[in-house]
């Protein structure tokens, strides 16, 4: 199958280092502490953030830090006809490990001892690059929340497909495949906080991360 034509433009028009169209909004559950939309084309997440707040299991509190809870979830119709995961499946459980790790490398945990910070993130519509709304979401999220953060977390993959590389893979891009990349990074503070690479024949194997 051919992934970029002749002119240079892959299925959905786009140009190999050229992103799909983003979108955020804030705000968006009124009975969160801070809580955001985001969408990278046809990609659409939900992210809510609930504290800081008192230490539900009194055994889980930190006295040095706050505590960081995710948890990662698709909803039944987001993936239209494809095969969804069960809610509580292996995968689910890594990304909300990849998330709360990649939000805790930027939020000032020490300055909140003792207390809870849970993050929800909820897939409404899957068209490849999930893991990094998701990122994105979470942290537009804290800061709605007034969270206090060294920096802002942003997200994105990338891969390479017959020979060309491609920036923010969609659906199909993401499935052929190839080897993809999704990098969390610092921006302000030059820090990469997310290091994920899925080779062609261990697809679906988290090789590395790094925070």
Known sequence: MEYVNPEGLRLDGRRPMEMRQL?????????AD??????MGNTRVLAA????????????????????RCEYSMANF???DRMR???????????????????????????MPRSQIDIFVQVLQADGGTRSACINAATLALAD????????????????????PLLDLNYVEDSAGGPDVTVGILPKLDKVT???????HTKGLELRRGV
């Open 34 to 39: 801070g809580s955001a939309s985001f969408e």
């Open 49 to 68: 953030v609930y504290g800081p707040r008192e230490v539900q299991n009194r055994s889980q509190q930190i006295n040095h830090k706050a505590l960081v």
């Open 194 to 200: 997310l290091l994920q690479v899925l080779l062609e």
């Open 85 to 111: 995961k069960p809610k509580g499946d292996r995968r689910s459980t890594e990304i909300s490990l990849v998330i709360r790790q990649t939000m805790e490398a930027c939020i000032l945990t020490h300055l």
């Open 23 to 31: 979108r955020a909004e804030i705000g968006v559950v009124s009975k």
């Open 145 to 164: 929340a007034g969270i206090p953060m060294c920096d802002l977390v942003t997200s994105c993959s990338s891969g390479f497909l017959n020979g060309t």
């Open 78 to 80: 987001s993936t239209g």
